[in-house]
């Protein structure tokens, strides 16, 4: 069992920058693939970032490339999510996941087997 727990949230202005984080505890952190998905009201949960569990593979959504970076640290069992010059489109509850295959960058909600409880994002325009 892994249990994931998000922060960094809050209220931005557009064109400001949060960096979202996300610890991890319970079975060996370095060995899953990570993500941080997005759920804004209304819209289903889509995927924002990924990384491999080695940090030598990762993934962007195409609405947050070159905005947005993800980061892991194994032996703080703690993932990133840096994100830069905001849109009031990146409004929504960011979770945070984990995928304990580790077979490759897995993109749906459903291949991922843990999350955490979210954290908000409101960016303002």
């Known amino acids: 069992q892994v249990q994931l727990v998000e922060s960094g949230g809050g209220l931005v202005q557009a064109g400001g920058s949060l960096r979202l984080s996300c610890a991890a505890s319970g079975r060996p952190f370095s060995s899953y693939t990570m993500g941080w998905f997005r759920q804004a009201p209304g819209k289903e949960r889509d995927i924002v970032a990924a990384?491999?569990?080695?940090?030598?593979?990762?993934y962007y959504a195409d609405s947050v490339k070159g905005r947005f970076t993800i980061s892991r640290d194994n032996a703080k069992n703690t993932v990133w999510l840096q994100m830069n010059s905001l849109k009031p489109e990146d409004t929504a509850v960011y979770y945070c996941a984990a995928d304990f295959t580790d077979w490759g960058i897995r993109r749906k909600d459903y291949e991922y087997h843990y999350w955490g409880q979210g954290t908000q994002v409101t960016v303002s325009s």
């Open positions: 990384i491999r569990s080695s940090g030598g593979s990762t």
